[in-house]
C-alpha cells in the first residue's frame, strides 16, 4: 500500500484513517474530477465569445483547435515510440486532398469525404510503417521526411492535384442537423464543430493512453529486449501506433480544407513539420494537454501578435531550437526545476521530507521518465 503525505499528517494528529474513509474519498473525488472537466469543457466552449466573440477571435480558436488535432498524430509516434516522424505532413495533406479532390471535382458530401481521407491516411501510414519497420531513430526520421518529399514533389507536379497552384473552391461544410443541414460560412460557426472533434481526440488520446496499447508501446520504447521477453512483439506494436496517428493528423487535414476552401502544396512544407513538432516538445512530451497548450501558444502568437510570415517562422524555429537545448522536457521541466529550487529554499526543510512520496511514486511511473 502506498502512503501518502495526508496519511503521515493523520498518524502525526493522532487520527488514523481507515480504509473505508479513503475509499469515501476516492469516491467523492470522482464526481468531482468529472465535475471538474465539465466545467473546463463549457469554459472552453464559451471563451471566444467571451473575449469579444470577433472574427480574429474565432479564427484563431478554430485554428488552435486545428493545430492541434494536427499536433496531436504527432504527439503519439513521439511520445510513445521515442521517434521522431519527419513525415506526418504527408498524412496532414493527405486528409486536406482528399477532401478537395472529392468535394470539387466529384462533389462528394464531406462525411464521405471524411471518411476517404481517414482511409487513404491509413493506406499510407501502413505502407510506411512497414517500410520503416526496421528502422529506429535517426534513419526512421530520414525515411519519413524522404516520404514528404516525395508528397511534396507529386503534388507540386500534378494536373490532378492541381500542380504548384493546389484546388480553389472547397464547398461549404455542410452536416446533418436536426430539421435540415448546418451549414458553416464562417469560423464562428465552424467553431462548434472545430471543439467537438478536439473534444474527441483528446479523448481518444486519453483512451489510449490507458490502454494496453500504449503501455506496450511505452515499454518498448523504454527497454525493447525487456518487452520482447514479456512477449511484446515490438515491430507490429510499432506499426499499430504509428498507423493510429496517421487518421488523427488527416482529420486536421480535413477540417482546414473546409476552413480555408482551397489547398495547396504548402501543406507538406517545413512551416507545419515544425509546428507539429514546436506544438508537442515546447509543453513537455507525454501531457495529454500538452499539443493543445503547444498549439495555443504558437497560433496565439502568430494571429494576435505576428511578426510577419518569414520573422514567424524563425521564431518558430528559435523556440524549436531552444527548447530542444534549453529544456529538453519543455515548460513541464522547467516547472519541476522551479518547484526543486522552492523546496530547497532555507525555511522550507520540511517540504521535501513531505513530498518525498509523491515524487518517489512519480519517479517510478515510466511516464514521467525522460530519454
Not at 486536406?96 to 493506406?123: F, N
Not at 531513430?137 to 507529386?154: D, K
Request: glycine letters at 10%; a positive charge; hydrophobic letters at 55%.
Amino acid at each position: 500500500m502506498t502512503v501518502t503525505s495526508s496519511d503521515h499528517a493523520a498518524t502525526a494528529t493522532g487520527t488514523p484513517r481507515t480504509p473505508g474513509a479513503l475509499g469515501g474519498r476516492r469516491r467523492l473525488g470522482i464526481p468531482l474530477r468529472a465535475l471538474g472537466w465539465v466545467a473546463l469543457l463549457v469554459l472552453g466552449y464559451l471563451l471566444p465569445t467571451l473575449l469579444g466573440g470577433g472574427d480574429r477571435i474565432f479564427t484563431t480558436f478554430v485554428l488552435v483547435a486545428i493545430f492541434a488535432i494536427m499536433s496531436y498524430g504527432n504527439d503519439v509516434v513521439l511520445s510513445y515510440l521515442g521517434e521522431v516522424s519527419l513525415g506526418h505532413t504527408l498524412f496532414w495533406a493527405a486528409g486536406a486532398y482528399t477532401t478537395a479532390m472529392v468535394t470539387v471535382r466529384s462533389g462528394w458530401a464531406p462525411l464521405p469525404a471524411l471518411l476517404l481521407s481517414l482511409v487513404v491516411a491509413v493506406v499510407l501510414a501502413l505502407v510506411l510503417g512497414l517500410a520503416t519497420l526496421r528502422t529506429r531513430e535517426f534513419v526512421f526520421s530520414l525515411v519519413t521526411y524522404a516520404a514528404a518529399i516525395i508528397g511534396l514533389t507529386v503534388v507540386s507536379n500534378s494536373d490532378a492535384l492541381g500542380g504548384s497552384d493546389g484546388l480553389v473552391g472547397v464547398p461549404l461544410l455542410r452536416l446533418p442537423a436536426v430539421g435540415g443541414q448546418y451549414v458553416v460560412r464562417t469560423n464562428a460557426e465552424l467553431w462548434p464543430i472545430a471543439f467537438l472533434l478536439l473534444v474527441l481526440v483528446v479523448a481518444l488520446i486519453a483512451r489510449f493512453r490507458r490502454s494496453r496499447l500504449g503501455a506496450t508501446a511505452l515499454m518498448a520504447q523504454m527497454n525493447g529486449d525487456l518487452a520482447t521477453s514479456m512477449g511484446v512483439d515490438v515491430r507490429r506494436t510499432r506499426v499499430r501506433v504509428f498507423v493510429l496517428s496517421a487518421p488523427v493528423t488527416a482529420l486536421a487535414g480535413w477540417l482546414y480544407a473546409y476552413q480555408r476552401s482551397y489547398v495547396s502544396p504548402d501543406l507538406l512544407s517545413s512551416f507545419f513539420l515544425l509546428f507539429m513538432l514546436t506544438a508537442v516538445i515546447l509543453p513537455g512530451r507525454r501531457q495529454l494537454l500538452g499539443p493543445l497548450v503547444g498549439a495555443a501558444l504558437l497560433t496565439g502568437q502568430q494571429q494576435l501578435a505576428s511578426f510577419g510570415g518569414d520573422a514567424d517562422k524563425i521564431v518558430l524555429g528559435g523556440v524549436l531550437a531552444a527548447v530542444l537545448l534549453l529544456s529538453p522536457n519543455g515548460l513541464v521541466g522547467i516547472w519541476h526545476a522551479v518547484a526543486r529550487g522552492v523546496r530547497r529554499r532555507p525555511g522550507t526543510s520540511e517540504a521535501p521530507a513531505a513530498a518525498s512520496a509523491p515524487e518517489a511514486a512519480a519517479s517510478a511511473d515510466p511516464a514521467n521518465r525522460t530519454h
